[in-house]
């Protein structure tokens, strides 16, 4: 019975190769056995059909005969469908000269490596670079809202200094790597549950650079890097909160032929002993007398500036806010604001004199 294999990829027929692709993919991560609901049968079909109409010349003659087409067209195999083999795709014409298939091995690379490694695959694979590293900055309160710059020291692994990171010994050329012939990777052989299928990793003897010294370095012994201290300045920004992280590109540590990893640096604050932050603002408590906020006063407020004088008006109340604008935490070109909140403090005792006069502002209703 002859088969539609435009239908089976739910496309046109008049689909671009990209379309072809695209459908391929989302058919063989829906039907793939190895995966929930899926379906081996409706896999090879996908299959199948992919393998014809990825192929200009198998897609011509399909357009032409359909799949029932002339007889020894797959390479003797009859019609389309071709040997079987992991996991139901055709590998018997991977290479030229072997019937002209050929496959695209990304396609294969997407599909299983999304399934394998949440999904990322070889389209999310990071790049070849060193180990990122953390550790931890204490600041006074005060360093943190105008910020500062602050020394480290760290023990890890360093570009060496003798040969530059190259390995070498200074003045000698570098050699290509015999193991890869100059590639920087090994291909080799790999089983899994759906077959055999190679793999590639960084060549160990070069560690991916494709290159070997002539002559080591005596300081590193060819390695490029070494375990050593080494103090790193850091610029903190001002306005940093407590818990935020500072990353700096390529401060990590190093690796042979390849960037160096980054370094985070988590900001721990120390409390203040009378502010607290609320976003650019500074928050503070001022306790005052109960006749001080009856009669009003001038007091002296520190400030993270200095001190400076405020008037707080009479007849305040307990728990009103006063502002103190432009002395807060730097926020670009602008400053937040001092949020004050008054504390009136009650008399616990009071002399017979006070009594007296506050039976008067009693009298007077007050």
């Given at each position: 019975m002859a088969k539609d294999y435009y239908e089976t990829l739910g496309i046109d027929k008049s689909a671009s190769k990209d379309e072809i692709k695209k459908a391929f993919h989302k058919m063989a991560h829906k039907y793939h056995p190895d995966k929930n609901k899926g379906d081996d049968t409706k896999f090879k079909e996908v299959n199948e059909a992919y393998q014809t109409l990825s192929h200009d010349q198998k897609r011509a003659q399909y357009d032409r005969f359909g799949s029932d087409g002339p007889a020894g067209f797959a390479g003797g195999q009859g019609g389309f469908g071709g040997g079987q083999g992991f996991g139901g795709f055709d590998f018997s014409g991977f290479n030229q000269g072997q019937g002209g298939m050929e496959f695209d091995m990304g396609d294969l690379g997407d599909i299983f490596g999304d399934m394998f490694s949440g999904g990322m695959g070889r389209r999310g694979a990071h790049s070849r670079r060193g180990r990122d590293i953390s550790t931890e900055i204490d600041l006074d309160f005060t360093e943190a809202v105008f910020g500062t710059t602050k020394s480290i020291l760290l023990t890890k692994q360093s570009a060496c200094e003798v040969c530059s990171g190259s390995g070498a010994k200074p003045g000698t050329k570098m050699d290509e790597c015999k193991t890869c012939n100059g590639q920087g990777q090994i291909r080799e052989m790999k089983r899994s549950i759906l077959g055999s299928f190679s793999s590639i990793k960084q060549c160990d003897s070069c560690t991916g650079a494709g290159k070997i010294p002539h002559e080591k370095c005596s300081e590193c012994?060819?390695?490029?890097?070494?375990?050593?201290?080494?103090?790193?300045?850091?610029?903190?920004?001002?306005?940093?909160?407590?818990?935020?992280t500072i990353r700096m590109t390529g401060r990590g540590e190093a690796i042979k032929g390849a960037p160096s990893g980054d370094l985070y640096i988590r900001i721990?604050?120390?409390?203040?002993?009378?502010?607290?932050?609320?976003?650019?603002?500074?928050?503070t408590d001022v306790h005052i007398k109960l006749s001080d906020a009856l009669l009003g006063m001038n007091y002296d407020l520190e400030t993270l500036d200095g001190s400076l004088e405020i008037k707080i008006p009479e007849g305040i109340n307990h728990g009103e806010f006063l502002r103190v604008k432009g002395k807060g935490v730097p926020s670009g070109s602008k400053r937040g604001d001092i949020i004050i909140r008054i504390q009136i403090k009650m008399p616990t005792k009071l002399s017979k004199k006070s009594r007296d006069a506050l039976e008067i502002l009693k009298q007077e209703g007050i």
């Open positions: 012994h060819g390695k490029g890097v070494h375990n050593k201290q080494e103090e790193i300045k850091v610029a903190i920004p001002a306005g940093l909160n407590n818990g935020e721990n604050i120390r409390p203040h002993k009378t502010y607290r932050r609320e976003g650019a603002n500074l928050m």
